[in-house]
């Protein structure tokens, strides 16, 4: 079966409905993800998708960003619908073959103290003093390199409501903040603008729910529905962690194996071979760069595991085969350096819930 990129139940009230509310056991609602996600795929592949070309716009990227571009709704031509002229703008100053998820909201910053606290000093701007706007328009962009940034950045001054950025790359309190106000709008893929419609609309159609208008632009429209859209087309950008519990993790594992445990109860376990002629050789720079490289075994193992909580699972992988049955998943996990930004760490993982046991399988 095709692994899952991203499986997200923040706010889907699909998922945990049918888990709690329907009472489906973990064989059950593994089976019933599994079929979702073919479901997903294969509408997909009728429309002409590759769902494979979509994991660098659906799972964080370690050595790309995310930026958060911010618009002054107060100035944009049509202020009666402030998200369309700066779509219009950000999606001219995108570079025509790249892939990204790009999510929009507002953040209303004149009454909001918490806001200005935050953002005012984080924004990357060309404007002198730059203070929030009363309401600021969002579009958040992922799988950016350096240079897109900038490039983008630079075109988007040309749009009297533009006001600058925020990096969103790395952890913060400003994108956890800003994040949970903004609602996944599309997937540009190439030429190909994909979106969500209305669930009584047959997939067969692809239909615009949006104001902005994608085909005048040059781009190819594509739509599915909500339903999967929402729950495997969704990106979710990284945040520290609010909550004790966290359904979306949960739910994560049983959409990768029919027996779950609780994360809570599993130990990371990294092999002695692995750790003596695999991390410590070969990954020894990576291991470096993160300050992990002096740790023992056991300290490396006892760091990972305090990361888990940090990020969402993705990547989940289910292969079960007569000579060879696996189940695995990937986290992106951050640690700080000293005098510079974070190292990112993309770590796989096998899930053994029998054992409870999270097996390292490869650093990256």
Known sequence: MPSIHTLNARGNVLLPVMRECFSLGDARTFAEIQSFHRECVGILQTKGIDYAALRTALTPQPT?????FLFDTD?????????VDCAEALFSALDAKTTHSILGGELF?????????LLDPAV????????????CFVLYVNNLSEGAVAAIDSKLLQLPAYVGYLRCTYLS????FTSLNLMNYVIKHGDTVIMGHEDDRPNTQDYNLHQHDYVKQGFRLRSIQSIYFGTFLSYK???LLLDVTDDDLEIAVRAMSPVAAPLAEFTVFIEDAKFEKYLQTTKLGKLQKAGLAELSKAELEAAIRSKLRMNYLYNLEWVSQPTYQLTKFNILLEFPRIGGHPERV????EYRPVER????????
């Open 173 to 176: 309190a400003a994108k956890t």
């Open 346 to 349: 993309v770590v796989a993982l």
């Open 64 to 68: 790309k960003h995310e930026v958060a």
């Open 75 to 83: 100035r944009c031509v049509r202020n009666f619908a402030p998200g």
């Open 237 to 239: 950008p990284e945040r």
């Open 124 to 135: 990357v701007s060309t404007k002198p003093s730059f203070r929030l706007p009363n309401t």
């Open 109 to 117: 910053g004149s009454s909001d103290t918490l806001a200005r606290k």
């Open 357 to 364: 046991i999270l097996r390292l399988v490869t650093i990256t």
